[in-house]
């Protein structure tokens, strides 16, 4: 039996910094977003903030990557399809 050997960067999932695209684009705008605000206006509280939204949620995005690597994509889906699939059982489901 042939096998087709296939890189891993072909099958793996595309990861920033350890984390999706989406939530790791989000979490770093916020992040350089708030530090460079409290540059400007000389606010040390924005810093603070800055620093802590590129630290804890960097690392929480990377958490939730090493969970499911497609974690945001799915419950985006999830949430459109709520309404036709709801998480509880129903009363007229058969078993």
Same mark, same amino acid.
């Given at each position: 039996?042939?096998?087709?050997?296939?890189?891993?960067?072909?099958?793996?999932?595309? %990861?920033?910094?350890?984390?999706?695209?989406?939530?790791?684009?989000?979490?770093?705008?916020?992040?350089?977003?708030? %530090? +460079?605000?409290?540059?400007? +206006?000389?606010?040390?509280?924005?810093?603070?903030?800055?620093?802590?939204?590129?630290?804890?949620?960097?690392?929480?995005?990377?958490?939730? +990557?090493?969970?499911?690597?497609? %974690?945001?994509?799915?419950?985006?889906?999830?949430?459109?399809?709520? +309404?036709?699939?709801?998480?509880?059982?129903?009363?007229?489901?058969?078993?």
């Amino acid at each position: 039996m042939n096998t087709i050997r296939l890189n891993q960067a072909l099958v793996r999932p595309l %990861l920033i910094a350890g984390g999706e695209r989406v939530p790791t684009g989000i979490v770093v705008g916020t992040g350089f977003g708030l %530090l +460079a605000f409290g540059w400007q +206006a000389t606010s040390l509280l924005c810093g603070v903030f800055g620093l802590l939204c590129l630290t804890v949620g960097l690392s929480l995005t990377r958490y939730m +990557a090493r969970i499911d690597p497609q %974690l945001v994509e799915v419950y985006r889906r999830y949430i459109g399809y709520r +309404a036709y699939y709801p998480a509880r059982p129903s009363v007229f489901g058969g078993r």
